[in-house]
Nanobody, 125 residues
Framework: VQLQASGGGLVQAGGSLRLSCVAS?????????LGWFRQAPGKEREFVAA????????YYAVSVKGRFTISRDNAKNTVYLQMNSLKPEDTAVYSC??????????????????WGQGTLVTVSS
């Protein structure tokens, strides 16, 4: 699976951004989870949100629940991360990743073998 992320940028605190991740490749077996992770300067990569491609089950980190929404458009092979009420602490490089549904924890980056390039989100105060 190849992944292409986009949509990052500079936004003021309280603002919104929408990230997109287009998936391509072996589409005949889409029993996968697509996730978003982020890494701020000097910090570990952390889980943000994920969605099951087949049934749309969603997962969120506590820090973003209620502010971020992950969704998918099967026709466009695209996963979106709508980010509202952004805070300066949301500043990070955001990356999308995919893993087989049955493999490992949704929350762990180690379970995701496929990664797209990151997109930078900067939230100014």
């Amino acid at each position: 699976v190849q992944l292409q992320a986009s949509g990052g940028g500079l936004v003021q605190a309280g603002g919104s951004l929408r990230l997109s991740c287009v998936a391509s490749g072996r589409t005949d077996s889409w029993n996968i989870v697509l996730g978003w992770f982020r890494q701020a300067p000097g910090k570990e990569r952390e889980f943000v949100a994920a969605i099951s491609w087949s049934d749309g089950t969603t997962y969120y980190a506590v820090s973003v629940k209620g502010r971020f929404t992950i969704s998918r458009d099967n026709a466009k092979n695209t996963v979106y991360l709508q980010m509202n009420s952004l805070k300066p602490e949301d500043t990070a490089v955001y990356s999308c990743a995919s893993k087989p549904y049955w493999s490992g924890s949704v929350l762990s980056s180690l379970a995701y073998p496929y990664w797209g390039q990151g997109t930078l989100v900067t939230v100014s105060s």
